[in-house]
């Protein structure tokens, strides 16, 4: 069984995110970038899947500007077989990453892709569901749980505890914190990756227009909170927990 | 312009965040309402009866009782035909759906939306919060996903919206649902708490972080919270965090014990009305945010806290 997964490339996890001065993003210029941690957890899965004899190949595919060359490398060093760099210098946005997924789904013929839930650049938690609508494939979104047989048995997280669904195959999955703890590369096997295949495409060769639907008017600072008082003691706090009246 | 909600829903009543959804709607014109479910009368019931609802849509059958992507999906997609807006609550139900309709629409969604600024104009958070962007939809239809801790609720009486039973077909029989585990407890649900206490890594173990936490929560009649680093520590279940990677609360009271002050974890509480903050480390960054501060050994204070209420 193939499995592909998607992996962007995103400003670092641990970075705290700069708004220019002028409004116009965050400043990612000198900003270390590193693979977008859900999909790290995705390329994770899709190499336990392949240890277990379940998956025979993984195909990694970034959507972004020439160095998600690295990222894809990443994936590479950690297990993926060979990957696929659609390079574009615009900002992808989800529908349009998904319509590319989903026509490399079409030449790739997985029997399961595997995606981060969201992206902890732009947030926005759709490119998993909107791949699975175009493909009219079944989803298993905000996976902590994933077995394969015959089907895909996915458990999820939501608002109440978690749910798990079947699926048939083809499936789309997205995953959450849970799903397991990604490894770290070896050295030897970043050396080995660097000689797997890496196809490098473009929208234009799948025939997807990449234009946005969303123009981003400004992007500024939140609204800071003020630091407010301490108080010296339990007694203190007791007194003002009443001033809100929470306390009796 | 014509707006249509998709209302979070257990069957019997409806959940909050359809009330925010439904003022966040009404911002960009008149608003139907969506209820897919399987013998849902009672949320169709309720959703008649917010304020400013005006149809509401139920799609019935047994197929949809679980509500999957799969099903709703077709279903909201047929509806939208007449109409201009998909609004949905930032809920795990509708995250998981809204997108799939957008894809079947042709349409950019707008994410977790904190305001609206015009018909086709929204803020929202981008880098766990760290940014808000203004973004304008090109798109001639909008699918909008609310972040519903950012607006108020609209009234749950007062309406009169008329019912009516739409084709629930569309259920591409690919998933289904096989089992669900609620998480166990009978304090309030974090996204609808009023008051939240929630725990750090500073408990230093499970066992701890209960023994101290739950009685103080139960004073105060409050939901339970956790860092992201105490529930990787294993302090907590997963569905207890708060943060840009859990859930994003914003309740009248929230009450960080033991907790730094993270991004991440800021990022998912700073809308609380009141943040209190208790942690032995006086330069935490959490002191930041909060309006009340007491520095000082948890060990100690949570419990005298727990006795003096």
Redesign the interface.
């Known amino acids: 069984m193939k499995v592909l997964v998607a992996v962007k490339r995103v400003?670092d996890?641990n970075v705290?995110?700069r708004?220019k001065m002028d409004g116009s993003g965050?400043d990612l210029a000198n900003v270390k970038m590193s693979m977008n941690p859900f999909d790290e957890i995705a390329v994770e899965e899709a190499i336990r899947l392949k240890e277990k004899g379940v998956v025979t190949e993984i195909v990694a595919v970034s959507i972004g500007v020439a160095k998600a060359q690295e990222t894809l490398r990443t994936a590479l060093a950690m297990g993926a077989d060979r990957a696929i760099l659609v390079q574009t210098e615009e900002e992808v946005?989800?529908?349009a990453v998904?319509k590319i997924l989903a026509k490399i789904a079409g030449e790739e013929q997985p029997q399961l892709i595997i995606l981060g839930k969201q992206a902890?650049?732009?947030?926005?938690?759709?490119?998993?569901?909107?791949?699975?609508?175009?493909l009219?494939?079944?989803?298993?979104?905000?996976a902590?749980k994933v077995e394969v047989s015959d089907g895909a048995?996915v458990t999820?997280?939501?608002?109440?505890?978690?749910?798990?669904?079947?699926?048939?195959l083809p499936?789309v999955v997205t995953t959450d914190?849970?799903l397991n703890e990604p490894r770290y590369a070896s050295l030897p096997n970043i050396m080995k990756a660097k000689s797997k295949p890496l196809a490098t495409k473009s929208p234009g060769d799948y025939g997807v227009d990449v234009a946005?639907?969303?123009?981003?008017?400004?992007?500024?600072?939140?609204a800071k909170?003020q630091?407010?008082?301490?108080?010296?003691?339990?007694?203190?706090?007791?007194e003002?927990?009443k001033g809100?009246g929470?306390?009796? | 312009m014509s707006v249509l909600v998709l209302v979070e829903h257990d069957g019997k009543t409806i959940k909050d965040a359809t009330l925010a959804t439904v003022t966040a709607a009404s911002r960009l014109g008149d608003v139907d309402a969506l209820v897919v479910g399987h013998d849902a009368k009672g949320a169709a019931e309720a959703a008649a009866k917010i304020a400013g609802v005006g149809k509401v849509y139920v799609a019935s059958s047994p197929a949809l009782e679980h509500q999957l992507a799969e099903a709703v999906a077709p279903i909201a997609a047929r509806l939208m035909e007449n109409h201009d807006a998909f609004v949905v609550p930032a809920t795990t139900t509708g995250k998981n759906i809204a997108p799939r309709v957008a894809a079947l629409l042709d349409v950019m969604q707008v994410t977790d939306i904190l305001s609206v600024e015009g018909p086709d104009t929204f803020t929202r958070p981008i880098y766990a919060g760290n940014a808000i962007a203004t973004v304008k939809s090109k798109d001639a239809k909008k699918v909008i996903t609310v972040r519903t801790t950012a607006f108020e609720k609209a009234a749950a009486d007062g309406g009169a919206g008329t019912v009516e039973q739409v084709d629930a077909a569309g259920d591409p029989g690919t998933s289904s649902f096989v089992s669900a585990e609620a998480s166990e407890s009978e304090r309030p649900e974090l996204t609808s708490a009023k008051v939240i206490v929630s725990g750090g890594r500073a408990f230093g173990s499970s066992e701890q972080f209960h023994a101290l936490l739950d009685p103080l929560a139960d004073k105060l009649g409050a939901g339970v919270g956790a860092s992201r680093a105490a529930v990787d520590a294993g302090y907590a279940p997963n569905d207890y965090q708060v943060g840009q990677t859990g859930k994003i609360v914003a309740p009248e009271v929230y009450v960080a014990i033991g907790i730094s002050g993270a991004i991440q974890h800021l990022a998912g509480m700073k809308d609380s009305k009141t943040i209190i903050a208790i942690n032995k480390d006086e330069d935490a960054p959490i002191f930041q945010v909060a309006d009340i501060g007491l520095v000082g050994d948890l060990f100690k204070i949570v419990p005298e806290l727990t006795e003096k209420l």
């Open positions: 400003i996890f705290k995110p708004v965050v946005e989800p529908l998904a902890i650049d732009d947030d926005n938690n759709a490119t998993g569901q909107m791949l699975a609508a175009l009219g494939w079944p989803q298993g979104t905000f902590s048995t999820r997280e939501v608002d109440g505890g978690l749910e798990t669904v079947k699926l048939k499936a914190l849970r946005r639907r969303l123009e981003t008017l400004k992007v500024v600072e939140p909170r630091a407010g008082i301490k108080v010296g003691s339990v007694d203190e706090l007791v003002r927990l809100l929470i306390a009796k």
